[in-house]
């Protein structure tokens, strides 16, 4: 029986306690994936600080940080009214979605940061497939699900002396939300399966934060060609055909999507037929939606 209810703390807090399975790189996959495993995480890393209505839980989590919040810090919310996403848009997050942020410490160098968005994005769709849930990453940020957007992450960053002090990952989800076109609910989805794997929202919030938590360890001890072949693990838009309108490009044209570099470039065949590799900064094109689906057969599940 699926929870409709809105977000329960306590039951949050449990499913944090007692959800420990760690995540495992898939080893079934089109290419050479290298044979990392994130570690397990429980919930002692975490620091939950619970909202009932916030303008948006990446404000709340830098605000705990300058209050010396200790890294493992988070704030989550049954509501926000000026959600954050990428290029500084902004959209209403109603009660039954999942929205959380969870801050950092990475000290990584600053051209790094991105390693921490390819790295809790990887964690989170990784964590999910583990429960069966055919969960893959549109380029760069969103997670998707049977073609249609699930969720997305946002990573923010401060940075001291040329490294990243601090940095806020927020994640967003859509449990029993109301959902645009492209959007899908996880529960109806769940719902629909013979034997469902998620719950509740607040087992959803546990998942999400034990993967982010581990792709984000992975992301910072790991090499960058491990990480991209995790990304690229998980990666829905691989072989897809692109039409190309950059102001790099002398014409217009097609390009297939082969992957992406180590600094989240999409890297692109052009033309779609020739052997040269072009590589897109985010940013610079939108792949939309519908996106291709992915199979769990990618992944390795005993």
Request: hydrophobic fraction near 40%.
């Amino acid at each position: 029986m699926l929870d409709r209810e809105p977000l329960n703390f306590q039951r949050l807090l449990t499913h944090l306690q007692t959800l420990s399975s760690p995540i495992s790189v898939p080893i079934s996959s089109p290419i050479s994936v290298p044979s990392v495993e994130a570690p397990t995480v429980t919930a002692s890393p975490f620091s939950v600080h619970f909202f009932e209505t916030v303008a948006s839980t990446n404000v709340e989590v830098w605000r705990l940080l300058e209050q010396g919040a200790a890294e493992g810090v988070v704030a989550i919310a049954q509501q926000q009214q000026s959600g954050r996403g990428q290029r500084g848009r902004t959209w209403q997050s109603p009660c039954g979605g999942l929205y959380l942020s969870l801050g950092m410490t990475p000290h990584l160098p600053s051209q790094d940061a991105v390693r921490l968005t390819l790295g809790c994005a990887w964690g989170i769709a990784a964590a999910l497939r583990q429960r069966r849930i055919p969960v893959g990453i549109k380029w760069l940020n969103d997670l998707v699900l049977e073609g249609k957007k699930l969720g997305g992450i946002l990573t923010e960053t401060r940075m001291q002396q040329g490294r990243i002090h601090q940095a806020v990952v927020g994640i967003g989800m859509n449990w029993s939300n109301p959902v645009p076109d492209v959007g899908i609910n996880l529960a109806t989805w769940v719902q629909s399966q013979p034997q469902p794997t998620v719950s509740s929202l607040e087992e959803l919030g546990a998942i999400a934060l034990q993967g982010a938590f581990a792709g984000y360890q992975m992301a910072k001890q790991g090499h960058s060609a491990e990480l991209v072949a995790c990304y690229e693990s998980v990666f829905v838009n691989r072989g897809q055909t692109v039409n190309l309108q950059t102001s790099s490009l002398k014409e217009e044209g097609t390009g297939k999507v082969l992957g992406i570099t180590a600094d989240g470039a999409l890297r692109v065949q052009y033309p779609a037929d020739a052997t040269t590799e072009i590589y897109l900064q985010p940013g610079t094109i939108q792949l939309g939606y519908p996106t291709p689906s992915l199979p769990l057969e990618r992944d390795n599940h005993n």
